[in-house]
């Protein structure tokens, strides 16, 4: 019987066989995604069980989601899962004056958490909700440490894992640790101070971690190690994380030839980049997932290829930094495997997508060495090769039914050419219309399973501007609020209000 798609249980797996079908469905064959017009795409138990045309069988409910394009949903391997402090720098620099560091005076009086554990729970919460708004079904967290007292910790992960089954999102996820940390000892003036000690504590909470939730919530819990940066992790960390990477059958995620202050904080420390480095130690394989490299040279990339390791592309945080991966194009013709993530505010995929599509060809100095598809791929298969998963990022039978719908009825980006360069191009996170996780409805008609966004909204701006509030504490020189963050245009208040 054909249902409209409204009649879907906001946060519920529908019983029996369902058939979605829609004017565009992204099916995959023979290794690559295919456009089906008015396909259909049949799932049950979480399973896909038929992409194509005319399937033969009984099916429980049919929904025709009309002029929209069924896709897989989103692989998202630096997925923001707090409230984004990176958006303070985008018009406050230098970020050494801006909070962004901890300065020495700082450190000496005792770094401390500045959200409640309370607090950092709803923020994962609220951020999940955000991915699952954009259509993205598998994440990999990422989050600030700069105001933290150190690492992350084993109870708001938790938290996290929790808040991800019963939102409905894959999650890869396990609490970041370090060995260290950069100091502002003067102005313009940053230091690696480290604390070896720390860091192997981190690394063994996040392994029994891994260990004690792995499959939780029908699997959609699977864990991935997080050191936080190359520049602040020590030789033996990193040594033990790859060891601990490869007997829990996991990946991790290390953070290199992201920006200047990490390559000449390696150099000193080193004598060579982050990449050279870790090849001569023996630490660059599969296992590793690495964003950003957009700081990363010729012979950097020449071993990411060689040893296979999957970089992470976030065009929109590193363009609005100033910095390029240079470039998408290059780096697919070296054979290395791209991955695409959101790591700021808003996380939108989509949005990423156009501006991957963008910064390629201004780097590439022409347009036609980079297809809106070739984004699209990163986003989809790219993500789930670089996690070992052939059952996640397209849409066939036995795969996972990961599925996100966009809406092509959308008036900005009328008319509609080819379905994938509408929404790559004109397209935003705002069109997602519903997103299904392992067969789950976890998303419908913007709104998320179990959990209230706009109310949420509210209180993630109050519980934001309490921290900002903080960063005079760990600001050089203890500035007021109003230097650290200026308005853009001067302020005018009613002198009679």
Same mark, same amino acid.
Not at 187 to 193: A, D, I, K, N, R
Not at 494 to 497: K, R, S, T, V, Y
């Given at each position: 019987?054909?249902?409209?798609f409204? #009649? /879907? ?6 019983g ?11 099916? +995959? ?11 259909e795409?049949?799932?049950e ?9 005319r399937f ?21 391997l630096?997925?923001?899962s ?5 958006v ?10 801006k ?11 005792g770094?401390?958490?500045?959200? #409640? ?14 991915l ?6 598998t ?11 150190? *690492? ?18 894959? $999650?890869?996820? %396990? ?6 940390g950069?100091?502002?000892e ?8 480290f604390?070896?000690?720390?860091g ?16 939780? +919530? ?9 050191p936080?940066?190359?520049?602040? =992790?020590? /030789?033996a ?33 080193h ?12 630490l /660059?394989? &599969? ?11 010729? &012979? @950097?990339? #020449? ?9 992470? +592309?976030?065009?929109?945080? %590193?363009?609005?930094?100033g910095?390029?991966?240079? =470039? ?16 700021? %505010? ?8 156009l $501006? ?9 100095r ?16 790219? *993500?789930a090769?670089?996690?070992g998963?052939? @059952? ?25 050419i ?22 789950r409805?976890?998303?419908l ?8 966004? &706009? ?7 109050a ?11 760990? %600001?050089?020189?203890h ?10 245009y001067?302020?005018?208040v009613?002198?009679?209000?």
């Open positions: 019987m054909e249902e409209d409204t #009649t /879907l249980a906001l946060g519920q797996r529908p029996g066989r369902s058939l979605i079908t829609a004017s565009w469905v992204v099916g +995959h064959k023979d290794g690559s995604h295919r456009l089906l017009p008015n396909g795409v049949v799932f138990n979480g399973e896909i069980v038929f992409v194509g045309h033969p069988g009984e099916v429980a409910r049919r929904i025709d989601f009309g002029n929209a394009l069924i896709s897989p949903g989103f692989i998202d630096d997925a923001l707090d409230l984004d402090t990176t303070l720098g985008i018009d406050n620099h230098p970020g050494w004056a909070g962004r560091v901890w300065p020495r005076s700082y450190v000496d009086s770094p401390y958490e500045m959200y #409640t554990q309370e607090e950092l729970a709803f923020q994962k919460r609220f951020a999940f909700g955000q699952l708004l954009n259509g993205i079904t994440a990999a967290p990422i989050a600030s440490l700069f105001y933290r007292e150190w *690492g992350e910790t084993v109870a708001e992960f938790d938290a996290a894992a929790d808040a991800a089954g019963e939102l409905g999102l894959r $999650v890869y996820l %396990s609490p970041a640790y370090r060995s260290g950069m100091v502002l003067r102005p313009g003036h940053l230091v690696p101070v604390n070896e000690e720390r192997f504590q981190g690394l063994n909470d996040a392994v029994a971690y891994i260990e004690r939730q792995s499959g939780r +919530h029908g699997d959609l819990i699977r864990g991935m190690l997080a936080d940066r190359v520049e602040t =992790s020590t /030789l960390l990193l040594q033990r994380t790859d060891a601990a990477a490869r007997d829990l059958g996991c990946k991790f995620r290390l953070h290199m030839a992201q920006g200047s202050m990490e390559v000449d904080t390696v150099r000193m420390l004598g060579t980049t982050a990449p050279v480095w870790l090849a001569g130690m023996g /660059l394989s &599969e296992r590793l997932i690495a964003p950003h490299a957009t700081n990363a040279t010729q &012979e @950097d990339l #020449t071993l990411y290829a060689s040893h296979g390791v999957t970089i992470v +592309h976030c065009p929109i945080v %590193s363009g609005r930094g910095s390029t991966l240079n =470039s998408f194009s290059a780096c697919r013709k070296r054979g290395i495997n791209i991955a695409m993530g959101t790591d700021t %505010s808003p996380a939108d995929m989509l949005l990423n997508l $501006v991957g599509l963008i910064t390629c060809r201004i780097n590439d022409v347009p036609d060495q980079v297809r809106s598809a070739d984004l699209f791929d990163a986003a989809t298969l790219g *993500g090769r670089a996690l998963r052939s @059952d996640l990022g397209r849409l066939s039978a036995g795969a996972r039914a990961d599925i996100a719908v966009f809406d092509l009825d959308d008036t900005v980006m009328a008319p509609s080819d379905p994938i360069t509408t929404l790559v191009t004109g397209g935003s996170g705002k069109v997602t219309r519903a997103v299904f996780v392992d067969g409805v976890s998303m008609e913007r709104k998320v399973a179990g959990f209230d966004m &706009e109310a949420a909204r509210s209180r993630a701006q519980q934001y501007d309490g921290l900002i509030a903080k960063y005079p504490e760990r %600001s050089w020189g500035p007021p609020i109003s230097e650290i963050f200026s308005p853009s001067p302020i005018e009613d002198a009679h209000g």
